[in-house]
């Protein structure tokens, strides 16, 4: 298992072990990962738009097994797997685009800036993230969750997405401001820094055209894996009566729905779960094939 500096204790615990076959050919983890996810993400797509059924349509008996016409089994409303697992995919993979890239942008911007300026502003942004990273990671964005609200909603949005969201942004920018401003510490003392100051440039210029853009690798890798922590999150917050809730399809909530007749309808949890492991491993091979070769290009 690869490791990943600043990852959090619940993170690690969260890794897939695919190190081993990145290390050895991170070519061939880089695609198989990315095929699979893209698959995943072309089938969250299209499943929903020509598929029979709609994710909220009751469309059979309840609690029927899969078959050709139901591939995912029904649920105990008797609405389609199938087409609510994928139609949940939508939901889970923005909430990962979205949480991953803005926390990145929040933290990476401060860590930057914290880095770059006196004394004061770096102590109060690194004092901070210091102790949001000393919570735990689930209890926090749990926290956060119930008090913005599990009701909680703009515009047409599944009601518990706005506080989850601003849930994992709100734990999730620390570990980016960290890792930023390590990497624009060593960075602040190299000849391009400081050919700029000596050409006079601002600091606002320095930070925005020199710093950012080479903080941008750094923090880029640990987007890929930050996703797989944001995934399993988003998943696991229903069971604990947060996050996103029913009857809108996301992974967790169908998953919870079935959970009270898992030992005769196997099929409501398992098979969506099936997805949402799929999803990180393929999340975990890219990770460690950027590991990899960041790694490969360090020695």
């Not at 072309?42 to 016409?69: D, N, T």
């Not at 099929?267 to 950027?290: C, K, N």
Request: hydrophobic content about 60%; glycine content about 8%.
């Amino acid at each position: 298992m690869t490791a990943v500096a600043g990852a959090s204790p619940e993170f690690r615990r969260l890794r897939i072990p695919t190190g081993r076959v990145a290390a050895k050919r991170p070519g061939l983890a880089a695609t198989v990962g990315g095929c699979l996810l893209a698959l995943i993400a072309l089938a969250c797509i299209f499943v929903p738009i020509f598929w029979h059924y709609s994710a909220e349509a009751i469309v059979a008996p309840a609690l029927q097994g899969p078959s050709l016409a139901h591939p995912f089994g029904t649920d105990t409303v008797g609405r389609d797997v199938f087409v609510r697992t994928f139609a949940g995919g939508r939901v889970d993979l923005a909430v990962i685009a979205i949480a991953v890239l803005v926390s990145a942008a929040i933290g990476s911007l401060l860590g930057v800036v914290a880095a770059s300026s006196g004394r004061w502003v770096d102590a109060v942004v690194m004092r901070t993230a210091d102790a949001i990273i000393a919570f735990p990671f689930m209890v926090l964005v749990l926290a956060i969750v119930l008090l913005v609200g599990t009701e909680a909603t703009v515009w047409s949005l599944p009601p518990g997405l706005i506080s989850l969201l601003a849930a994992i942004i709100v734990t999730d920018w620390a570990v980016y401001a960290r890792l930023a401003r390590g990497q624009t510490l060593s960075l602040r003392q190299r000849d391009f820094v400081t050919a700029a100051r000596v050409l006079g440039f601002s600091s606002s210029r320095i930070v925005v055209r020199h710093l950012l853009p080479n903080v941008v690798s750094a923090v880029g890798a640990y987007m890929v894996t930050d996703a797989i922590l944001a995934v399993v999150t988003t998943a696991s917050l229903p069971f604990l009566g947060a996050g996103i809730q029913p009857p809108a399809p996301e992974w967790g909530v169908i998953m919870y729905g079935g959970a009270t007749v898992l030992q005769t309808a196997w099929w409501i949890t398992l098979l969506p779960g099936a997805v949402l492991a799929a999803t990180a491993i393929a999340l975990s091979l890219l990770a460690d094939a950027v590991l990899a070769k960041i790694g490969g290009a360090l020695r």
